[in-house]
């Protein structure tokens, strides 16, 4: 079978892994494993997505995020489409991965009509403070024409936005923009940065919220420099935040 799309997170003595293979029927599925004691100790892999058989669906491109014993975990899945169109589901374990809640549509298009890619997931959590955990997840999309950058919020698993947020703020589906990244600095800052064709070649822009993802830019910024806007092309983002200075830093690549 071929493997695609690992991705890892650690939380205490654990180690989580996720990925997608070809394993069942030929079209790739989301496999979790667990790895104990610091990923000394590997158990049987389990099948995230819901198509055990692998011919009615393909789900793959995961991203993970865990804290303490939480493990949360999306990915691109065609299930609801006839046209192979992919929306973005969700998942997640309270007891370090040993068992999984139903898997949720994350994304507002039951049907399937307009391809979501992509998704990135991260987490604000400081047990001192709150034992809620609040989840953030990015990913782009076509309901507009071109793709368009997204955002959805959830404390705890339960409630995402019944509408989700757009982040690029140019005209909606006018041009390209795709493959964000997400981070947080644990206290209510979201950076999302991502690549953005409106000035003609590939841009990177950004936008952030400090106050959990409910305001944000009113406009975006754009981060790679040069005088005009897409007279080079910038792909290969990154993304990192420093959450222990007294001032969180972002750093962008």
Not at 60 to 89: F, K
Not at 108 to 126: H, K, M, T
Not at 135 to 158: C, H, K, P, V
Request: aromatic letters at 12%.
């Amino acid at each position: 079978a071929d493997v695609g799309s690992p991705r890892m997170c650690v939380a205490g003595t654990n180690v989580y892994a996720v990925w997608h293979d070809s394993r069942r029927g030929g079209r790739n599925q989301v496999f979790f494993n667990a790895g104990r004691s610091g990923g000394e100790i590997w158990g049987q892999d389990v099948q995230l997505s819901d198509d055990p058989e692998g011919v009615e669906g393909l789900a793959e491109n995961p991203a993970i995020a865990c804290a303490g014993d939480s493990v949360y975990v999306v990915w691109e899945d065609d299930r609801d489409s006839e046209y192979g169109n992919r929306n973005i589901y969700f998942s997640y374990s309270d007891d370090a991965g040993m068992s999984w809640q139903d898997d949720t549509l994350v994304t507002s298009d039951p049907q399937g009509d307009w391809d979501a890619l992509s998704p990135q997931i991260a987490i604000d959590y400081d047990e001192s403070v709150s034992p809620d955990k609040t989840l953030y997840i990015s990913w782009y999309d076509g309901r507009s024409g071109a793709y368009d950058i997204y955002f959805t919020r959830s404390t705890n698993g339960y409630n995402f936005l019944a509408e989700e947020l757009r982040l690029d703020t140019d005209v909606p589906g006018a041009a390209y923009s795709a493959h964000s990244r997400l981070a947080t600095d644990g206290i209510g800052g979201i950076y999302v940065i991502w690549q953005d064709r409106r000035d003609g070649g590939n841009d990177v822009y950004s936008n952030h919220s400090v106050d959990g993802g409910y305001n944000w830019l009113a406009s975006d910024v754009r981060l790679d420099g040069g005088v005009e806007g897409g007279s080079s092309d910038a792909f290969g983002l990154s993304l990192a935040v420093d959450r222990d200075s007294a001032v969180p830093a972002v750093y962008a690549a």
